[in-house]
Nanobody, 130 residues
Framework: EAQLVESGGGLVQAGGSLRLSCTASGFTFDDYAIGWFRQAPGEEREGVSCIYSRDGSTYYTDFVKGRFTISTDNAKNTVYLQMNSLKPEDTAVYYC???????????????????????WGQGTQVTVSS
């Protein structure tokens, strides 16, 4: 069964760091847009950062630029989200998603991927205390 599995969430103080991992099983990230999305209680799901597996092109939303870094390890079929300088407003459930043959990471992160994905992970909770 093809699936995405996230890990790495937890509780951290403001200013701290976490690294999220998203590992694919049953398929490979050979031509996919892979994104991290998050949803806080009572809020809509929003795109955080996305990467296109074929060329490594990336997209970051404004509120994480300079703080978060997305990367891939193709040998491990895993995408990472390194989150530094965390803020209480970063608290949310973080989801990993993947869509095949989608090279426009900006559109995938900001529009399409917020609602649709070929694969979704189960989510991992990130809580940042003040």
């Amino acid at each position: 069964e093809a699936q995405l599995v996230e890990s790495g969430g937890g509780l951290v103080q403001a200013g701290g760091s976490l690294r999220l991992s998203c590992t694919a099983s049953g398929f490979t990230f050979d031509d996919y847009a892979i994104g991290w999305f998050r949803q806080a209680p009572g809020e809509e799901r929003e795109g955080v950062s996305c990467i296109y597996s074929r060329d490594g092109s990336t997209y970051y939303t404004d509120f994480v630029k300079g703080r978060f870094t997305i990367s891939t390890d193709n040998a491990k079929n895993t995408v990472y989200l390194q989150m530094n300088s965390l803020k209480p407003e970063d608290t949310a459930v973080y989801y990993c998603a993947a869509e095949p043959f989608y090279s426009d990471t900006a559109h995938y992160c900001s529009r399409y991927g917020r609602h649709y994905a070929h694969y979704w992970g189960q989510g991992t909770q990130v809580t940042v205390s003040s």
